[in-house]
């Protein structure tokens, strides 16, 4: 059974920068695409990006690029948000996701596993 543990999520000001992490364990880490999504009050959850299984492409919905980077460690078994210049509405639950890369799909991973989240409140 695999498990994903994020953190790195908390309270920050709007225009600030957080860090998220994932951790994972009970599967081969570098054999599955990783991708982050998140839930704001009272919304649908939605794609916020995706990193293949290697780290060597990376997707990101508009609302985020330019100010959200995903990364991996595939050694620390550990995939990365770097949250910068956040807004209001950034304020969301995220999720962390392990699953297989679709390169035709919007999100570009059919996600198999998911994380309990890590809450991120921007405060204006």
């Known amino acids: 059974q695999v498990q994903l543990v994020e953190s790195g999520g908390g309270l920050v000001q709007a225009g600030g920068s957080l860090r998220l992490s994932c951790a994972a364990s009970g599967r081969t880490f570098s054999s599955g695409a990783m991708a982050w999504f998140r839930q704001a009050p009272g919304k649908d959850r939605e794609f916020v990006a995706t990193v293949t299984a290697i780290g060597t492409n990376a997707y990101y919905a508009d609302s985020v690029k330019g100010r959200f980077t995903i990364s991996r460690d595939n050694a620390k078994n550990t995939v990365y948000l770097q949250m910068n210049s956040l807004n209001h509405e950034d304020t969301a639950v995220y999720y962390c996701?392990?699953?297989?890369?679709?390169?035709?799909?919007?999100?570009?991973?059919?996600?198999?596993?998911w994380g309990k989240g890590t809450l991120v409140t921007v405060s204006s």
């Open positions: 996701t392990m699953g297989r890369f679709i390169r035709s799909s919007s999100t570009h991973i059919d996600v198999d596993y």
